[in-house]
């Protein structure tokens, strides 16, 4: 492995030129650059990364943090995949690279982050997954760690964040059935403590309250976010009492396990039972009937993502002042067939 | 953000202490090591990684290469996710931490990898979606940075790979469906250049062989590895002026398309065409009549990939001595309706 000095000799051009070349600096012409480059991949140079990140501070790396859980595991879920292209989209622009950091299911997250932060790979984090209450943040901001957030919290202090749009979700949702005569309105809810099931409810709640209708807590159906939670809603609302007419999912692979449950009992989406997604996923275009659901561009939020992280970044700063603090990111209605029946009453 | 030496004056221990506490190493007592961890919280301590990496030479960080390209994105390839959790059960005992690379779909797979190198973030490389000839090898070879790939390839050298075992797959696949009777077998095998297509092409070949039937190249159709390639797959198959009867799927989300591009033409699998389909994946789970398919741990996968790798590195050798140089991953038949009927002649 070759040294930048032997990398200088071997071209008989100096040891700041070749860096200049290595470093894609502009005050390099491109025929020097080619050389330069071509040179360091026949000797197998390595650029001392370690060295520059002393010197200048910085990685050039920015954090995505996700988790490897069993859950998410078994249900493949694509969301970061897809909001990844965005984010490289706006971080190539300025040389920097993503690093998808997966935190073991069986490891705190919090304190996995911190050993993340002291390894010093990254310059600035990108966290998802929030919880109603989220040490990460407050241990990023301590630690001077600019970041972005995928989602609220409640947790104390004023961090940036973009959140997709639940509460649009749950209001047009509830509305669109309520004119189609729904009265009993059923809904899906995390079963773990993560933030956005506490901001679907709610919403939900308001939204029933707009159109005069009760809040009854037995149709808040509480669940895996996986094909199999979809599966298992599907059997306990089969199971109630007062069966409700229609249910809105607050995740999109749901309605896979949903569907399956409901056919084995006779009951067909759509025409028994009303049944609307959210967030529209490749997989989900195969269910029959359609499914009504929401669409939304992972590719644009992991631009906004990415702008308002730089935003945060002293610098990039100058490049991005129009990203703002706070986002909330909306959804559109796909109109499908999993609902597409006016109710009348028995 | 405070260093290790106002660490140090603040819990009134020798800097060497503390260093050893925040290391993990193991001659600092429990007590003493609780104390440094929670003033470090406190304080807002941070590690300075970079100047450990240039004295130590390392950087502790595994990198998992993988490609974030339009077709993993649509289609969510949780391959990847499960193989981390094995990876991470190997590499946490060595206080070794895992990160995930991925590749743009538009920059060329060895210029992202040589770039990588060249930031030093990692001590070794896991790289995956080898092709047919992969530069990447080479790449890794001249800078000595360990590497394990995740598949084989035409490239020259004597690399390390664990690989999956396409030949038996289509081995006991073809076996299974000329014991029923099948004569015309058709496969799938992906439009690109990555190699393990190569592969189980030319195993079903010999599978054929081995059962004196005849090898038609219009009986392999070549289709994205995706759900949609799966429908394209049910479409030319259809097409096809002498139909076969069977059909043997390259990717496990292949069934999902194709189950649905058969039904739209009342062509039922398991009754009219047989189908085996390749890695067991939760979401076919949900198909019926229910497939016939091979699974796999991507756990146990993980764990072999992360101690062949460990074997490559001069630290952690000794703990891996019997990790061979390379492995082909059996994977077990589990029958499904999908294949379980016997093909009477015309």
Redesign the interface.
Same mark, same amino acid.
């Given at each position: 492995?070759k040294g930048i000095r032997q990398l200088a000799e071997h071209l008989a051009i100096s040891i700041g030129t070749v860096s200049r070349a290595?470093n894609g600096r502009p005050d390099v012409n491109e025929e020097t650059r080619r050389r330069v480059l071509a040179a360091a %991949?026949a000797l197998?140079y390595?650029? =001392? @990364?370690?060295?520059r990140?002393?010197r200048q501070g910085e +990685?050039?790396?920015i954090?995505l943090m996700i988790e490897?859980s069993?859950e #998410?595991? %078994? =249900?493949?879920? =694509?969301f970061f995949?897809?909001v +990844?292209?965005g984010l @490289?989209h706006v971080f190539?622009r300025h040389k920097l690279?993503?690093?998808?950091?997966?935190c073991?299911?069986d490891e705190d997250p919090c304190e996995y982050l911190?050993?993340?932060? #002291?390894?010093?790979?990254v310059d600035a984090m990108i966290i998802s997954n929030m919880q109603r209450v989220d040490r990460r943040v407050d241990?990023l901001s301590? #630690?001077?760690i600019p970041f972005i957030a995928v989602g609220r919290s409640l947790s104390a202090g004023n961090f940036p964040w973009i959140d997709l749009d639940f509460e649009g979700v749950a209001e047009r949702a509830v509305e669109r059935l309520v004119a189609r005569g729904h009265r009993r309105i059923a809904i899906t809810a995390p079963s773990s403590e993560v933030n956005l099931g506490y901001v679907f409810v709610e919403s939900y709640r308001r939204a029933l309250e707009q159109h005069g209708l009760p809040f009854d807590p037995s149709l808040v159906i509480r669940v895996k976010s996986s %094909? @199999?939670g979809g599966y298992q809603a599907a059997h306990e609302l089969l199971l109630l009492e007062d069966r409700p007419t229609a249910v809105i999912l607050i995740y999109e692979l749901m309605a896979?396990?949903l569907y399956?449950r409901l056919m084995e009992s006779g009951v067909l989406p759509g025409r028994d039972l009303a049944v609307i997604g959210f967030r529209d996923?490749?997989?989900a275009r195969?269910l029959q009937p359609s499914l009504s659901c929401f669409r939304m561009s992972?590719y644009d939020l992991g631009v906004a993502l990415g702008q308002m992280l730089l935003a945060r970044m002293p610098a990039y700063r100058e490049f991005y002042s129009e990203a703002g603090g706070n986002m909330i990111w909306p959804l559109e209605l796909v109109a499908g067939e999993s609902d597409a029946f006016q109710l009348t009453e028995a």
């Open positions: 492995m290595l %991949e197998g390595v650029a =001392n @990364q370690s060295g990140s002393l +990685t050039k790396v954090g490897s069993a #998410a595991v %078994e =249900n493949a879920d =694509n995949l897809g +990844t292209s @490289q190539t690279d993503l690093l998808m950091l997966p073991p299911s911190k050993r993340m932060v #002291a390894r010093r790979v241990l301590r #630690a001077r %094909e @199999q896979i396990g399956r996923a490749p997989r195969f992972l």
